[in-house]
């Protein structure tokens, strides 16, 4: 009760009278990514995704959407099919997004499975095939594979 009758900007206002952070640290979030770690590369391509705390910037999140799915994070792998598929910060490509579908589907990931298998019915049989060898190679390589043409 108390919180609907301060309203959010009085609340606001009290934390930081308190020394209470109300915005997150992008800082410690961005060190731990570029140390890294895929959870926070992972959270930093979400916030630049949806600009909560910076400045919407789609490239930025598929950037770091890449970095964390390159180590085999799934819900980057997803993120970053997403953003192939939409052509948002990169250019569309339904291979690309295909693979990093078809990845994480690999590792159990139900919604990205769902989603390799409704772009499957849209693709040629080679688009299919060249998605699924880019997705070997980079199990293989555990590094981003693409072909001359992408």
Known sequence: MRCKLLGCAAIVALLLASGCSVVPDLTKLR??????EVKAQNSLGLRYYH??????????AAIWFRKAAEQGYLKAQFNLGLCYYKGEGVVADVIEAYKWFYLAG???????????????????AEQVAEAQLRAKQCLQTKAPVQSAKS
């Open 51 to 60: 600009g909560t705390w910076v400045r919407a910037d789609k490239t930025a």
């Open 106 to 124: 690999l590792a159990g990931d139900e919604p990205a499975s769902a989603e390799h298998l409704k772009l499957a019915k849209v693709m040629t």
């Open 31 to 36: 060190e731990r990514a570029e140390q890294g």
